[in-house]
């Protein structure tokens, strides 16, 4: 299944702090973690995440660092305090649209319980 791209553009960059929240990760291990943790629904080519780790970064939302210790030098994004903010009010703000949306019967609250 694909999500449609005004979705995934409200979608993605929250993914990316979530997952950064974790650890700091380069580019291609951002996009295989996305596709795992997410069973492939928020895969994302890497022509599609670099320009929002750029959007993130220019708004303080996430900082870069070169590692230049491995044979290939690697781009590494982790999250600041300002994108951990933002990603508090983005969850809480996902949480509430899920509630909305199972109060009008378009989720069910069971199987987001996992029933």
Do not use: F, H
């Not at 950064?20 to 380069?26: A, F, I, N, S």
């Not at 069973?39 to 996430?62: C, F, H, R, V, W």
Request: aromatic share 6%; glycine share 8%.
């Amino acid at each position: 299944m694909r999500i449609e791209t005004e979705l995934m553009r409200g979608a993605g960059p929250v993914a990316v702090l979530k997952v950064l929240e974790r650890k700091e990760m380069y580019g291609y291990e951002l996009v295989e973690a996305l596709s795992a943790r997410s069973d492939g629904l928020l895969a994302m080519g890497q022509s599609t995440l670099y320009p929002l780790l750029y959007n993130l970064e220019a708004k303080s939302l996430i900082t870069s660092r070169w590692d230049e210790t491995e044979a290939r030098p690697r781009k590494y994004y982790r999250i600041t305090d300002a994108g951990k903010k933002k990603l508090a009010e983005a969850t809480k703000q996902w949480r509430d649209v899920t509630k909305a949306m199972t109060s009008l019967g378009i989720l069910n609250a069971s199987a987001l319980a996992g029933g």
